[in-house]
Every structure is written in C-alpha cells, then in structure tokens.
C-alpha cells in the first residue's frame, strides 16, 4: 500500500475554493480533509490530528483568527491563513494570533506548496533539535559556535543583531510580524517599539546584504513584519 501522505485540514466554506485546494493537495501527496465550518474544523482537529491546517477567514458559523487563537491554546500543528482579505492589519492579526504564515486569494499551487513546505519543516524541526547550522544563500549562521559568515568572511554582530538574525534564521521563509519579534528579542514589554526594529534591521543589512538599499535576504513585508529568505 502506498503512502497516502500528510493529512492537511481543510477549512474552506466556498467549494470552487475547496476544489482547487482539493486537486492541488491531493496531486503532491497530501491527503486532505475537508470542512466548511470551524466547529467541524476543530472536532476533526481533534479526531483527526492532522500535520497542518489551511484555514479561510470568513467561515459561516465563526471567524479563523478567533479559531486561530482557540486552536493555539492547546495546539502547535501549522495553520496558514488562505484569505481574500489582503489588507496588512488582517495579516498582522492572524499572525499574531499564531498563525504559521497567510497567502492572500488568489494563488497558484506553486506558491501554496512552497508556503507549506516551509511550515512543515518548521513543525517538525520544533519537535527536535534545532538546525546548528543555518545556509540562507551566502549567509552562514552556526548557531553552536555564534558565528555569522557572508561568503566565508566572518561578520561581527552585537550581541542584539544575533539574536534578531538567529530569531529570522531559525524561521526562515517564514514572515515574522514586528510585534513577534520585538517581543521575542526585547522582551514582552517592547512590542510596541517598532523604531528599534528599524534601527536594527538597518544594521544587519549594512553588515549582510550586498546592497543594503535592495536587500535579498532580510526581506521586508510592508506594514506586515520581516522575513529571512527561505534556506538553500
Ligand atoms: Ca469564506
């Protein structure tokens, strides 16, 4: 018998919507699971422990990001929003609320799969030990040793800059809102201080990037957060 691949919960109340997630799933060896309402979204999340969760926000009986929030009272399994509402502060607060990350409808297949290859490998890296060595391109960050290199050459950081970049690097692909990593290397009662962010990115470009004007790797998401391009 073969595999029949990762279950993936989808919650999704337009079925033209559920139809393409459905075909597009089922055709790169996931397994889907289908529901239209987030009461039986979270009775399958239960039942069913599925590995990851693709979550519309206009759902008929509730909204995704309060589900969001409920899910991650009790749960770590990937959720990423798949929403027609692309306005930043929707992103912001989906994310915030713990979503893993949020495509805006509509989508290409291309792009959904790489969103969840990403987040899986989050997932199942969480559960193990951390990656010690993390390649994003010409950036090289040992994380055993505290040591950063951009094509071989070794690049002085304060002790703040390390932690911003091994925060990113440790997500990498992955979006980070400005409040997530402000309270993740400030501290709980930073959230608010956007303009250290801004201080420090600026920083970190100057010592990483090529050209710290058009960055590649410290990718900025307007009025969203920062995103360190995907590993290699
Ligand atoms: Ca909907």
Do not use: C
Not at 39 to 51: V, W, Y
Not at 172 to 196: F, M, N, P, S
Request: hydrophobic content about 40%.
């Amino acid at each position: 018998m073969t595999d029949p691949g990762p279950l993936v919960l989808v919650v999704e109340d337009e079925p033209q919507m559920r139809r393409f997630l459905r075909a597009s799933l089922a055709s790169h060896g996931f397994q889907p699971i289908e529901v239209s309402t987030a009461r039986d979204a979270l009775a399958r999340l239960t039942g069913q422990a599925p590995e990851m969760v693709l979550l519309d926000l206009g759902l008929p009986d509730g909204d995704g990001i309060e589900l969001t929030r409920e899910i991650r009272g009790w749960s770590r399994v990937p959720i990423i929003v798949i929403s027609a509402r692309g306005r930043e502060t929707d992103k912001v607060e989906a994310l915030d609320a713990g979503a893993d990350d949020y495509l805006t409808k509509p989508f290409g297949v291309a792009e959904l799969l790489a969103r969840m290859r990403v987040a899986l490998r989050h997932a199942r890296e969480a559960g193990g030990a951390p990656a010690p060595v993390i390649s994003v391109g010409p950036l090289r960050l040992d994380l055993g040793r505290r040591v950063v290199t951009v094509d071989e050459r070794e690049v002085r950081l304060t002790p703040i800059e390390y932690r911003l970049l091994a925060l990113l690097a440790q997500n990498a692909g992955k979006v980070l809102t400005q409040r997530q990593i402000l309270g993740e290397v400030w501290g709980r009662g930073h959230t608010g201080d956007a303009h250290y962010l801004r201080v420090y990115m600026a920083q970190l470009r100057r010592k990483l990037e090529p050209d710290p004007a058009r960055p590649r790797l410290l990718v900025t998401e307007p009025g969203v957060g920062y995103r360190l391009r995907d590993r290699d």
